[in-house]
């Protein structure tokens, strides 16, 4: 048996680890989330437009902004991060206006607010918020994602797809569009049993769940 993780087109780990699946599950909890949220202040406010294309440009390269988590139907198989095929970039790229003078008081306070609000489990797990009408003619970006869906080095990875170097790049062209996964239950494809021994998974037949729940039922009649 092959213990090393199935990775994805990216190189990513295609099923959720222990840990992250604590943190993914935590997320329906105030008292157990652990989102991560990042504010940057911008000189100026940028187009619109360039931005939604900067992230959409960036959820093209960085999968973890498409994928989501999509549990098994039975407890046999991990949770796995799949290509959402109902990716919706306007439900993640956001903008809004703080009210005059526009201090960083309110912005650390609509800050707070964010940093405690849920994020949808059903989609890809992150939303970033442009935040026009700071004091300066400046601008804001609110980042908020869940701590599965990335760590510190990861990170650096999709900030480092999302800025450039200049003020003003040549443009270049979109990178392609990732292909969406199939959702369906029989995400459960690799069956795996559990030694009542050692505990450790391995591979075996799929288990035979209606019959077995017949027969747990009759017990209990």
Not at 119 to 126: E, V
Not at 139 to 161: I, K, P, Q, R, Y
Request: charged share 25%; net charge neutral.
């Amino acid at each position: 048996m092959n213990d090393l993780p199935e990775l994805d087109a990216a190189g990513l780990p295609e099923e959720l680890s222990a840990f992250d699946q604590i943190l993914h599950r935590g997320e329906a909890n105030p008292r157990t989330r652990s989102g991560i949220m990042t504010l940057e202040i911008l000189d100026t406010t940028p187009n619109w437009v360039k931005f939604q294309t900067r992230f959409d440009n960036a959820s093209r390269k960085v999968l973890r902004l498409r994928q989501k988590v999509v549990m098994p139907t039975l407890p046999t198989a991990a949770p796995r991060w799949v290509i959402d095929p109902d990716f919706n970039l306007d439900f993640h790229v956001r903008r809004m206006r703080v009210p005059e003078p526009g201090t960083l008081r309110q912005l650390f306070d609509l800050a707070e607010v964010a940093a405690q609000s849920p994020l949808d489990i059903s989609r890809p797990l992150w939303t970033a918020t442009l935040v026009e009408g700071l004091e300066g003619g400046r601008a804001a970006v609110l980042m908020h994602l869940s701590h599965a869906v990335t760590d510190g080095v990861g990170a650096v990875e999709m900030f480092a797809n999302l800025y450039d170097l200049e003020r003003d790049p040549p443009p270049q062209a979109p990178p392609p569009l990732p292909v969406p996964q199939d959702l369906s239950p029989t995400l459960v494809r690799r069956p795996v049993a559990r030694s009542a021994f050692s505990g450790r998974p391995r591979e075996g037949r799929a288990l035979q769940a209606p019959d077995s729940a017949h027969r747990l039922c009759r017990q209990f009649r």
